[in-house]
């Protein structure tokens, strides 16, 4: 598979199984879009089951991109044979390609939606693994803004496609929530704030930290009052 | 200390042509031993690889012997298809970083050896007791590095060493496995030879016989 654009964040599958493979590689594609880079390799040489080390350094060195390639495997010895692929690439490259436990279809997909979304390399992984991103960067002490959620639709997905190219304009470590709710979201990450379920009249809670801390705020709040400008 | 020989070409040649041919005579065995805790493909795995290596044994055999372990280790790094492939690979890369340019005596050679296990437990995050690979080959590595202090007789140290080999392989029978594929058996794991340490077996009294012959 041959992809032009190479700012998205890659997508490796590498299964014991070619079918698993390009299964799990089509169902990223049909999520992930046409811009983010996906390479598979599945079975081993001669076609049977197994796992092939040349198959997939030939797979990363297709879909190699500066923004970085995560790599989701089915079972241990896929990951190892990974592990033994990417120590065969130069170690600048190496440092740029991080290995996923994340369970493969589900993990790829969601790595494929983040990507799309522009997630950077830690980003993409941290959402495979339905990992909380930086949530204890933010003290208690942050102050906490509140916006009500007027859009008829919610903060479903064109919005939050929006929302979260805005949060991604500043350097800031932005969260979300409910209000009702306790677990704060990278604001940045579109896996995220669409998984809030955010519908209308509801109460999201905002805070950042970092530069540009207030004016991201602000902002996004202005978008969400105006109704995403829609 | 002893000297084993220099690893010329002639010598390179009959350890491919030894270990690939054992591994061929016990293909069937290995398979029928995986087939009982793992996916049944250790026999075919192994002989691919070994095979693949006897395939370009012309061209290793004008290496010095690093430079042919290393080579080894990545044919069978790429083309075996298996857990096998990267974990034998290791040990052999892993061995190779630690040979000397020229002669190499026992004690280099044991050297050579806790390198590749090193490597080979750093690629599996394994190490003993996991019914495994390095059941075999850590014991055996053990043994190596004690005997060669003692300067022992060259003949009865490789007799040791197979003895050890094969003790530490049917310790193997009474793990459970904690890695690999055998590890999702758990308990039911227990009461069969490990696949991987029979191969190391294997080639470690296949290497034995063929040192004490050339040495006579």
Redesign the interface.
């Known amino acids: 598979m041959n992809i032009t654009m190479r700012n998205n964040v890659g997508v490796m599958i590498v299964s014991h199984s070619l079918a698993i493979a390009t299964g799990t590689a089509e169902m990223v594609r049909q999520i992930g879009g046409e811009n983010i880079p996906i390479s598979y390799a599945g079975g081993s040489a001669d076609g049977g089951l197994g796992t092939d080390v040349e198959a997939i350094l030939k797979g990363l060195q297709e879909i190699w991109t500066e923004a970085g390639i995560v790599v989701f495997y089915d079972l241990g010895s896929a990951e190892m044979s990974s592990e033994a692929a990417i120590e065969l690439l130069p170690e600048t490259q190496q440092k740029k390609i991080k290995i996923c436990s994340a369970p493969l279809v589900e993990g790829a997909v969601l790595a494929g939606v983040e990507s799309c979304g522009g997630g950077d390399l830690d980003q993409v992984k941290l959402v495979a693994e339905k990992r909380q991103v930086s949530i204890d960067e933010i003290s208690d002490t942050t102050e906490t803004h509140r916006v009500t959620i007027t859009h008829p639709i919610g903060l479903h997905a064109r919005p939050a496609v929006k929302f979260t190219q805005l949060a991604k304009c500043f350097e800031a470590n932005i969260q979300v929530k409910l209000e009702e709710q306790t677990i704060w979201v990278d604001a940045k990450s579109i896996v995220r704030v669409m998984g809030l379920k955010a519908r209308h009249n509801k109460v999201l809670n905002l805070q950042a930290t970092g530069i540009g801390a207030p004016e991201a705020v602000n902002q996004l709040m202005v978008l969400v009052k105006n109704n995403f400008g829609e | 200390m002893i000297n084993i020989h220099s690893m010329n070409a002639q010598c390179i040649n009959l350890l491919i042509t030894g270990t690939a041919t054992c591994i061929e005579e016990h293909r069937e065995l290995l398979t029928e031993l995986d087939s009982k805790i793992g996916?049944a493909?250790h026999g075919i795995?192994m002989s691919?690889g070994f095979q693949a290596i006897l395939a370009i044994s012309p061209e290793l055999s004008e290496l010095n012997f690093g430079e042919a372990l290393k080579k080894a280790g990545m044919t069978l790094?790429?083309?075996v298809?298996?857990?096998s492939?990267?974990?034998f690979?290791?040990l052999f890369i892993g061995m190779s970083k630690a040979t000397p340019q020229k002669e190499i005596n026992l004690k280099e050679f044991a050297v050579m050896l806790e390198t590749g296990i090193a490597d080979v437990k750093k690629?599996?995050k394994s190490d003993v007791g996991e019914k495994t690979m390095l059941d075999v080959l850590v014991p055996v590595s053990i043994l190596l590095s004690e005997e060669v202090k003692n300067a022992a007789d060259k003949k009865q140290l490789l007799q040791n060493i197979v003895q050890q080999a094969e003790v530490s392989l049917e310790t193997t029978r009474l793990m459970q496995a904690t890695?690999?594929?055998a590890s999702y058996l758990g308990k039911r794991s227990i009461g069969h030879l490990d696949p991987g340490a029979m191969s190391s077996f294997l080639l470690i009294k296949t290497i034995c016989d063929l040192l004490n012959n050339n040495n006579e």
């Open positions: 996916d493909d795995n691919r790094l790429m083309k298809g298996g857990a492939g990267p974990l690979g290791s690629r599996g890695k690999g594929r």
